[in-house]
DNA sequence: GCCTTTGGTAAACGAACGTTTACTGAAAGG
DNA sequence: CCTTTCAGTAAACGTTCGTTTACCAAAGGC
């Protein structure tokens, strides 16, 4: 076999101490999570995730284009691959409640602060959820609808392990925590649009965040089904 | 008296287009709306707006590349016009209501029918507010809350004018208003994911649509402002 | 009827795009 | 130790992109 003329190095662009200590498949997970990082920060610069093009995502990752495929088909699989993350940092939020419990007392206020925290603790993963939940690739689009059902199930199986409004249905607690979920992914897109440093606007949103829950709570203890 | 655009020597792409006896101005008109049309059947093909070209807008719309910059400056400018315009399509939803009455009996499920009527007839004008209104640019993004915010402020205003729920203060009755539109615009993306001639899930989100509507007047009904 | 205005066109530009190919060097594995 | 595996690279391809330019023909204004 010939061996073509193999360039010897210009300038050498590696580093001296290069050594990685990573074994292969922990680097290439670092790499595929920088893929990903990369997109999510993309969209954090106000760009919607249809609009990314797969050489910038590269780019932001700090890799060339074709190292792209090593890890997915194309620009839609690193989206479900989001997806799936997103949806982790979603059921987080129940589990740190479930582990921490709520006080009975001004509970509502309570969730909402512990939420609007996890939102901007979390505000990428929240920004792609509620940006791609509307718009953006079918196939995305019902990956995310998917999530959303299962974490609205599991707050209805919370609901009942808790002992709240125990005379609701299974149906009815079910959609229940449909309304929910979508008044919460509404609320994250506002928390993620507020202005920095505005406590008045803080707190209005806030205000108003928690009276709609009221309401909804409210309408659900006064529910008969039939 | 039909003038002929006649085509240009070379081979034709152009269409043997029958004439036209409109203005120069109502031309314009035209060709602009033929841009906003195409823009939303792209997206009507499930593409989100900030995934469209210019160029591939042109296209749709029937004309070359430069025309575009006769009507818009870019592609944001267009995304504002189509905001404006599905905004008024909103609106006429109300008014439409408004000029019809809904009877008293069975209200919810009248209004829902009524909106889900709505929905199929503009399907690219909600599927656009759907689309944008968490995702994409930030400018459109802000342009689609003004409209739903002005939205929600007339619909508080008819149920001000109907006599109805007459107990709670605007502060409250605009709270109100907040939350059903978005649940309104949720159940909108909903409607237009639905798979054609599919009765039984076609009721079921209906079903549930009302259901929630239903509960969060429920918790209306029984809010005690302080 | 002539001149001006203007909506649409054709062509061209450099830039960015997605994808494929052949290659490399270090880790994995026997 | 020697071979195999494979994540990442460099380069090249044919497209498509946004935008600018000069131009045309028809409509509008006088």
Redesign the pocket.
């Known amino acids: 076999m010939t061996?073509?003329v193999?360039?010897r190095?210009k300038t050498a662009?590696t580093p001296i101490i290069a050594?990685?200590l990573a074994?292969?498949?922990e680097?290439?997970l670092?790499?595929?999570a920088h893929l990903m990082e990369g997109a999510l920060d993309l969209m954090g610069q106000g760009r919607g995730f249809s609009g990314?093009?797969?050489?910038?995502v590269t780019?932001a990752a700090?890799?060339?284009?074709?190292?792209?495929?090593?890890?997915f088909r194309?620009?839609d699989e690193l989206g479900l691959a989001l997806v799936e993350e997103s949806g982790a940092t979603l059921r987080r939020l129940l589990r740190d409640v479930r582990r921490d419990g709520i006080p009975l007392t001004d509970m509502l206020r309570k969730s909402v602060q512990i939420y609007k925290q996890h939102v901007e603790a979390h505000r990428l993963h929240f920004l792609f959820i509620a940006g791609e939940r509307g718009g953006g690739a079918p196939v995305i689009r019902k990956a995310i609808r998917t999530e959303e059902s299962h974490f609205a199930s599991e707050m209805a199986q919370d609901m009942r392990a808790l002992g709240l409004l125990p005379g609701l249905s299974s149906e009815t607690l079910r959609m229940l925590c449909g309304l929910v979920v979508t008044t919460m992914i509404n609320a994250a897109t506002e928390i993620l649009d507020l202005p920095r440093q505005q406590p008045r606007l803080e707190k209005e949103l806030v205000d108003n965040f928690v009276r709609q829950l009221r309401l909804v709570f409210l309408g659900a203890s006064a529910w008969r089904d039939r």
Do not use: I, N, Q
């Open positions: 061996r073509l193999v360039p190095a662009p050594v990685d074994s292969r498949g680097r290439k670092r790499t595929r990314l093009s797969l050489r910038e780019r700090g890799v060339v284009p074709a190292s792209f495929y090593r890890h194309d620009l």
